[in-house]
């Protein structure tokens, strides 16, 4: 799956630098293709978030790889100036840090109600430490001077530092993607948080072998990414002066939560797999961009 949703990415990167060298209809029908790639990668970066066990090395790494895409463009001598920051890698940045913040004002509230409850009359635990698991990875703990602790993504934080980190980190991703402008602006973020709240409230679709189960989660990833794309769409023409068509090729692309079963069961790559989805991006990129600029006829 991981390579179908590649080669989607390259048709649609060719349809968008090659739009005055290709036929119209032909383009037309390689954006409809494309428009199943945000939500295919979006959801492979929440599995992704969702499985990492060192979150810093795997957002570093991202960020490492956005910047070196950066400059791709610039270097193939790229006219399009509104590339900025646009790449989609930078996306998955700001959409890491929205949901770690999300995972820590949640994970703290749920510890708020577990000190509620001590105080209320339930087992105090003992002196010295004690734990329990809430949902995902997020873990609380209480030492003897009765703190409350929370963990996320193997980070421990007393609760009310968790709340701060969290709005921080939070109000950081919105702030971002208001300043550099990275592709699928807020709707991308909106779909990570989207896939990753959906993610939690049942099993993962790898752990689901019963296609009842299945096809149920399925119906609530397609009917709020659904949702989300219409509220999108009307945010797209109402207030950000979108032109109709690309407006409407998105609202093709739930269609690609159709593909997460197998995108979720898919066998993990291993070191050189997984390094080359993320050099093949700028590498892909500065071709295609060479490859339309000596194609293009020159304005007269």
């Known amino acids: 799956m991981k390579w179908i949703a590649l080669i989607l990415m390259t048709i649609d990167h060719i349809a968008s630098f090659g739009v005055n060298v290709i036929r119209p209809e032909i383009v037309l029908v390689m954006r ?17 978030y969702r499985r990492t066990r060192t979150l810093s090395l795997y957002f570093f790494r991202l960020l490492l790889f956005g910047l070196l895409s950066q400059l791709i463009v610039p270097l193939a001598g790229s006219p399009f100036e509104h590339y900025v920051f646009g790449n989609v890698i930078f996306t998955f940045c700001v959409g890491i840090m929205l949901l770690f913040g999300y995972d820590l004002v949640r994970a703290f509230f749920e ?3 577990r000190a509620e409850g001590a105080k209320e009359g339930s087992p105090t635990p003992l002196p010295g430490t004690s734990s329990g698991t809430s949902s995902g990875e997020q873990t609380w703990s209480v030492d003897y001077r009765q703190r409350w602790y929370v963990t996320v993504k193997s980070i421990t934080l007393p609760a009310e530092s968790a709340l701060w980190f969290g709005m921080v980190s939070i109000l950081l991703a919105l702030v971002l993607t208001f300043v550099i402008h990275p ?33 149920r989660k ?11 794309n219409i509220a999108w769409f009307w ?30 069961k898919a066998k993990k790559s291993n070191a050189i797999g997984k390094y080359f989805f ?3 991006y700028p590498i892909h990129l500065f071709l295609i961009i060479r490859l339309f600029l000596d194609l293009t006829p020159p304005a007269r």
């Open 235 to 264: 945010i797209r023409i109402l207030f950000l002066d979108t032109d109709l068509q690309p407006a409407l090729i998105q609202l093709v692309s739930p269609l690609a939560v159709f593909l997460f079963p197998k995108l979720s």
């Open 278 to 280: 993320y050099i093949y």
């Open 32 to 48: 409809l293709l494309g428009r199943l790639v945000f939500p295919l990668f979006c959801y492979q970066a929440v599995m992704s």
């Open 218 to 228: 399925i119906f609530h990833f397609t009917f709020g990414y659904v949702v989300l």
């Open 183 to 215: 592709d699928f602006s807020y709707f991308g973020l909106a779909g990570f948080l989207l896939f990753h709240i959906l993610d939690s409230v049942e099993r993962p679709f790898y752990a689901i072998s019963d296609k009842t189960t299945e096809r």
């Open 111 to 113: 510890t708020r109600k």
